[in-house]
Structure formats: C-alpha cells, structure tokens
C-alpha cells in the first residue's frame, strides 16, 4: 500500500528534536522556526511534557467521555486561569478543524440561526463547515458548498455594518482570526474586532475567535483577540496545545447552557491529550512564555526593519510575517538547505516564523545572520 500523496515534502526525514532544534537521519542539526507549523508550543521534547505524559501512558491511555476523567477538570481549570476566562466552559476535540466545526454547529443550536460570516483570505480547516467558511475554493468540494457562508473584505468595518444591516437576524456567527495564518499573517485591527463585538451582541449573533493558530500565547497573549480589550463568545484552539499530541479545544462562554448530547466525539479529552494539554500550560505559566514570545518577537521585529529587501514585516509576539518581493522566492528553501533553518511560508512570497514560545534571542539572531546572508547575495 502507498501514502496518499496530498503534501509536498521536503526531502528531509526528521528523526529526533529537543527545544528549537530538530536533527535529520544524518544528524545533522536544524533550527526549527516553524515548528511543525505553530504545533511545537514549549520545544521539542520539552522534559517535562515527556514525562507527563510519560506517567500518563504508564497508567492509562484512554478512556471514552462515558466515565469521570478528573484531569479533563484540572486542565479547564488551568487553562481558565491562564487564558483569564475561569468563568468560560471547555469542550475537547482533536484538531483545528473539529474545534471550529464544533463552534459553528453550537452557535447555530444557541441562536437557531445559519448564516455565517468569515472573511476573504480565511483559513478555518478542511472539514465541511470549517472548509466552506475557508476562503479557498480550490479545496472546498463540491458538497461542502453552501450558501450559509459570506465573505466579507478583512478589516473593512462599512461592509461588515452593511452586513449586519441588511441580514443581521440571520447571521449566526461570525468567525475571524485576529492573525490570518495561512492568509499571510494579516492582522485584524483591534476596532474591526470591536465592531465585530459590538455588532455580534446587538444582534444576538455568536463571535468566534479562531485562535487555532494565533492563539495559546503565540501573541504574545493568551488569544490574539485579547488585543482589542473586548471577549468573544467562542475561542477555538488546537495547534500549540498539545505540543504535538493531538488535542483541540473550544473556550464557551457561560450564555451557553448545554444540553447532553449537543456536542461529542470519541477521542476528544483523552487521557493522554489531557495530560500533554495540561504539561503545555504548566510549562507556559511557569516559564512566562508569553512574555518571552512579545519580548523575542519584538526583538526579531525590530531588527527585521533595518533589513532593506524586506517590503513588510507584520505579526504580534512569534508570529511573524516577512514580506520578500518575489523574484526572492528562493530564500526561504536556501534558509533551509543551505542555512539548516526551517521556517514557513504563505503566498506570494511571505516567510512565516512560528517558533516554539521559549525560543532563545540567541537562536533569533542566528536567524536574522542566515537571513541577512541570504539577502545580501540579491
Ligand atoms: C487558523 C486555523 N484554523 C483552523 C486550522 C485547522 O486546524 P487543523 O489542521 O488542526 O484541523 C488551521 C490550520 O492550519 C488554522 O491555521
């Protein structure tokens, strides 16, 4: 039997990783700026997310939501206090996707409606409702075709207005990431997030923050939608959560009062994705990592200005966007096989860094050497 073959890949076969370094079947040594796209949270092989779970496998993988899983409680009550919404409810999935998914369909239930909104550029997963709320046709089948979803300009707060004004009773939802990933590390500015809010509540609609990336202190805070000062009803997560292990989650606001039945899934909330969850946030609280992705992203921010080929550098904490003109496609591969730094991407010509939230100034500024070189040869 063969893969499916859906990705193109990088002739690379990672074998081993510890912190912000991955090492290939040579052993030779790459520093990880991507981190398996925004996944890689606390490090790689972070010791004592191994041995949680380490512990946790010795005693008991899984068990199905059907009995008392006391550290599905513990980490709701860490991640409320972490995220500072302690009066917020979780519910436990296994990706981006189905956490989005999941966030629609309750928005739905809670106002009985089912129109929603996203915006131009989005990327909210590949599973039906998420992929029809994505804004890329070419992956959107075409039984995942619906016209419940509208596409609004990013960051253009009179069409949004207009919007509401001429189908708000209908809109269910509206669901936007504060920092466009896939879409090139956009930023919504902090009042299109308040009109959002504001908009949301006077019409009964539900404002879903999709932090799927930008969220789990990558920012620098907690969500990225901590910024503009205002709550959503609906926070989805999944990425940095898990540092690898497979977890997805959705923060629910107390307005919503679930009935049994309403959501599940099988694997959602395991042992093993509870106690990976739970080493993520303990490691992020104790280290101040948020502090340390603002204070490093700043850092890599600021020195990136001085760099003259660079037409834009946008992001918030570590996630970061570096705009190259085109004809300097080649960089970002160059970084990788020449410089041994793996970095991301989004079109036209954007390197996208995602690192993990501890890494070091240190290895930012081996970065910012490579990149330098690298330009300097245009
Ligand atoms: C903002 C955002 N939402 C949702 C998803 C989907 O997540 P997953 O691939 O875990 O289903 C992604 C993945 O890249 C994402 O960036």
């Not at 499916?4 to 030779?28: C, H, L, M, R, W």
């Not at 296994?94 to 999941?102: D, F, L, V």
């Not at 949301?200 to 609609?205: E, G, K, L, R």
Request: proline share 3%.
């Amino acid at each position: 039997m063969k893969l499916f073959d859906v990705y193109p890949v990088n002739a690379i076969e990672i074998q081993k990783g510890q912190g912000s370094y991955v090492f290939d079947a040579n052993g030779t040594k790459y520093l990880d700026l991507y981190g398996g796209h925004a996944v890689i949270s606390i490090g790689h092989t972070n010791p004592h997310y191994v041995n949680r779970l380490t512990e946790q496998l010795q005693n008991l993988g899984f068990y199905s939501n059907s009995i008392e899983i006391p550290i599905q409680k513990q980490l709701a009550t860490l991640l409320g206090e972490v995220s500072g919404k302690a009066n917020y409810q979780l519910f436990l999935c296994n990706s981006g996707a189905e956490a989005n998914e999941n966030a629609l369909k309750l928005a739905s239930f809670y106002n009985k409606r089912k129109k929603i909104v996203a915006f131009k550029n989005a990327f909210h997963g590949r599973t039906s409702l998420a992929v029809a709320a994505t804004d890329n046709p070419k992956i959107v089948a075409p039984v995942n075709e619906t016209d419940n979803v509208v596409f609004l300009p990013f960051n253009d707060e009179i069409a949004l207005e207009k919007a509401f004004a001429d189908f708000g009773n209908e809109i269910s939802s509206v669901i936007i990431e504060s920092i466009q990933g896939v879409g090139g590390i956009q930023l919504a500015s902090d009042s299109f997030l308040q009109k959002i809010r504001t908009l949301t509540t006077q019409y009964d609609a539900v404002f879903i923050a999709d932090e799927v990336q930008c969220g789990y202190g990558r920012s620098g805070k907690f969500y990225a939608q901590d910024y503009s000062g205002d709550e959503a009803d609906i926070y989805t997560m999944a990425k940095g959560m898990g540092n690898g292990f497979p977890i997805g989650g959705i923060s629910i606001s107390e307005k919503f009062v679930p009935w049994h039945g309403e959501l599940g899934t099988t694997f959602g909330g395991n042992h093993l994705a509870c106690a990976a969850a739970l080493a993520v946030l303990e490691v992020i609280k104790k280290d101040n990592l948020m502090n340390n992705a603002l204070e490093v992203g700043n850092y890599v921010m600021n020195e990136l200005k001085s760099f003259d080929k660079i037409t834009e550098v946008r992001g918030k904490g570590l996630m970061i966007g570096i705009d190259l003109p085109v004809e300097l496609k080649a960089v970002k591969d160059k970084l990788l096989f020449e410089n041994k730094i793996f970095t991301g991407y989004a079109a036209p010509n954007v390197i996208r860094l995602l690192p993990a939230l501890n890494v070091s100034k240190v290895e930012a500024d081996m970065f910012l050497e490579a990149l330098k070189m690298q330009l300097n040869k245009y």
